[in-house]
């Protein structure tokens, strides 16, 4: 019996335009065929098999790959923006610390927080100019 079942398994995309009609043997089995027997039979709608890459879990797998593409896509360009406004930042930042040494290097009056002026003395200045500078080093390309 199982092996009728399998032949016909295997049969279904060869005969699935015929008429197949099905009836029970004098044992109480279940046949089937594409001639129908004289006495009691009816017919077998077969539905055709589904063709190799159109099944619903293939599009449901190729709509999840399409969707984690998108996500990938959209995390990719905000880290692009994130980086070009870290490297926009930094350079405004290098920027600042570069006008900072041009200034160290002219005469100049620190203002202390609560505005009083006061002399730098020269080796505070360059304390200040190599400290400047390494950062400038550091954090910048040029």
């Avoid at 505070?124 to 080093?137: F, L, P």
Wanted: contains cysteine.
């Amino acid at each position: 019996m199982t092996r009728k079942w399998l032949a016909f398994v295997l049969l279904i995309p060869l005969i699935a335009t015929a008429e197949v009609y099905r009836w029970k043997d004098e044992h109480g089995n279940w046949q089937f065929g594409d001639r129908a027997p004289e006495n009691d039979h009816e017919s077998v709608e077969l539905k055709s098999a589904p063709r190799i890459g159109q099944g619903d879990a293939v599009h449901d797998i190729h709509q999840r790959t399409l969707r984690l593409r998108e996500s990938e896509q959209a995390q990719h360009a905000e880290q692009q923006a994130l980086n070009a406004e870290r490297q926009k930042a930094i350079g405004q930042a290098c920027d600042k610390a570069r006008e900072r040494v041009k200034r160290l290097n002219r005469p100049f009056v620190y203002v202390d927080d609560d505005g009083s002026r006061r002399d730098a003395s020269a080796e505070q200045v360059r304390e200040d100019i190599a400290k400047t500078q390494e950062w400038i080093d550091d954090n910048c390309d040029t």
